[in-house]
C-alpha cells in the first residue's frame, strides 16, 4: 500500500455543530481548501453503491434542516457517507 502525500486527505471526518471554524483550522493547519461537492439525489447514490457491491450501513435520513445523508461501506469495506444540501 502506498504511502498518502503529506497534506493529502486518505480519510476524516468530524461531526460539528461549528462547521466554519473546523475548516478555518484545518484550512490554516493544512492548507486544505474546501470544495462542496454534494450528490445531487442521495437515495439514487445508495442505490447505485449498492448495485457496485456497497452495504447500506444507514438509510438516507433527512434532518430538520433539509439535510439528507446516508452511510454505506465499500466493497473493500471503508465506511462513506453521502449527503446532499437543502436548497438555498
Known sequence: MAVPAFNS?????????????VKAFYGDLFDWKYVL?????????????????AKVLMEPVS??????FARL??????????FSAPAA
Open 73 to 82: 461501506q465499500d466493497t473493500t469495506g471503508n465506511h462513506f457517507g453521502v
Open 9 to 21: 486527505v486518505a480519510w476524516f471526518e468530524f461531526g460539528t455543530d461549528q462547521p466554519e471554524e
Open 37 to 53: 461537492k454534494d450528490v445531487q439525489d442521495v437515495a439514487e447514490t445508495v442505490r447505485r453503491g449498492q448495485g457496485l457491491g
Open 63 to 68: 434532518d430538520s434542516a433539509g439535510f439528507t
